[in-house]
């Protein structure tokens, strides 16, 4: 973290893509929304000699081709993908807000090389969310409180059935 420790991980296990497909299957899904909560924040990746994250073409390079993976393996289960962009997060360094954008964008050029995989406006919304004085849209950096949540929950329906009509699919997640 910026300026801070270093927390080893090891490559993301491949057995998310198997879980993923067990699950989608088991619930017959029409649609499965993908989210990734953490862009533009203060974590850095060791890749390539260096520490890397979104606006480094190294990062989104490899952020493109393993999402473009997660996307497939989805949508083999039959499943229309749903990619939801990502908000801002609440602790900001200077490059965050490009961050975010450059998440997004990676997000973009993924649906396009990606045919019927659609894509929300979560960052968009969560931008003009307002909540009653006293009301956090964030509980901490990356995730929303509960207020917010269940207005993105009432949001996200009708956004993904907007997305299939505009795409020409038949709405009715």
């Known amino acids: 973290y ?3 420790p270093i927390v080893p991980r090891g490559p993301c296990p491949e057995v998310r893509r198997e879980r993923w497909d067990r699950h989608a299957r088991a619930m017959d899904a029409d649609v499965v929304v993908y989210y990734i909560a953490n862009a533009g924040g203060l974590g850095e990746q060791w890749l390539q000699e260096a520490w890397r994250t979104d606006c480094d073409p190294v990062f989104d390079g490899l ?3 393993e999402l473009g993976r997660d996307v497939e393996a989805l949508a083999a289960t039959g499943a229309t993908v749903v990619l939801a962009t990502s908000p801002d997060v ?4 200077a490059e965050s807000k490009d961050q975010t954008a450059c998440r997004n964008e990676t997000y973009r050029r993924i649906v396009a090389d990606h ?3 659609l894509m929300i406006d979560l960052h968009g919304f969560v931008g003009q969310l307002e909540l009653p004085a006293g009301e956090d849209v964030m509980r901490d950096f990356v995730h929303l409180t509960e207020p917010a949540a269940d207005r993105v929950a009432a949001w996200m329906l009708p956004a993904v059935d907007a997305a299939r ?3 020409g699919a038949a709405p009715g997640a």
């Open 90 to 93: 609440a602790i900001f360094t």
């Open 115 to 117: 045919p019927g995989t």
């Open 63 to 65: 952020l493109e081709h």
């Open 2 to 4: 910026a300026g801070g």
């Open 165 to 167: 009509r505009e795409a």
